[in-house]
Nanobody, 124 residues
Framework: VQLQASGGGLVQAGGSLRLSCAASGRTFSTLAMGWFRQTPGKEREFVAAIKWTGSTYYADSVKGRFTVSRDNAKNMVYLQMNSLKPEDTAVYYC???????????????????WGQGTLVTVSS
């Protein structure tokens, strides 16, 4: 599975960005998809995830501001980020988990497939 994230950029606090992740190489509907973020010197942090059914999961820090969605027909997953804060500044990664067994959406170790990351910078 190949994942390609895009849509990062520089935005002022309070603004919005929409990240996209294109998947190829395997049946997209068999993947649960997650978004993680990372800043220098810190571990990769869970942001949001979505099952093929559309069930969504969010970190408390982004709940109510971010929305994850997917388009199975286009093999795409999105992260709509609103009311951005300077602390949202990070490299954002999309990740894929091949469904099977018990899935913990926030566990970075459960994802076998990773995109290259896209930088989001929120200025104050």
């Amino acid at each position: 599975v190949q994942l390609q994230a895009s849509g990062g950029g520089l935005v002022q606090a309070g603004g919005s960005l929409r990240l996209s992740c294109a998947a190829s190489g395997r049946t997209f509907s068999t993947l649960a998809m997650g978004w993680f973020r990372q800043t220098p010197g810190k571990e990769r942090e869970f942001v949001a995830a979505i099952k093929w059914t559309g069930s969504t999961y969010y970190a408390d820090s982004v709940k109510g501001r971010f929305t994850v969605s997917r388009d199975n027909a286009k093999n795409m997953v999105y992260l709509q980020m609103n009311s951005l804060k300077p602390e949202d500044t990070a490299v954002y990664y999309c990740a894929g988990y091949l469904l099977g067994g018990i899935w913990t959406p926030s566990d970075v170790n459960e994802y076998a497939y990773w995109g290259q990351g896209t930088l989001v910078t929120v200025s104050s």
